[in-house]
């Protein structure tokens, strides 16, 4: 029997989060400048605040500065920054 409301406990979340960055950095070094521009940079930005905010269990008027230092995760902006440099 499946349940419909099935919830994921924090800890896979982050799993799962953590398992996602590659995808998310894929082609980094190609694509960094088009992270200048804020737009692109609020999607991915947009991305992670939604895992933080389900993993902290947070409210979403919380920051998305503080939810990364709940999570204890690193913005993407300066993973990317990170992987375009170590490129």
């Known amino acids: 029997m499946c349940k ?4 994921l406990k924090y800890e896979a979340l982050k799993t799962i989060y953590t398992g996602g960055d590659p995808l998310l950095l894929y082609g980094a ?3 960094i400048k088009a992270i200048e521009n804020g737009r692109y940079k609020s999607k991915l930005v947009r991305v992670q605040r939604l895992i933080n905010i389900k993993i902290a269990k947070a ?4 920051s998305n500065e503080a939810l990364c230092i709940l999570t204890r995760l690193t913005p993407i902006a300066i993973k990317i920054e990170e992987a375009a440099q170590l490129y």
């Open 4 to 7: 419909s409301n099935m919830v």
């Open 29 to 31: 070094p190609m694509w």
């Open 59 to 62: 409210y979403r008027t919380v």
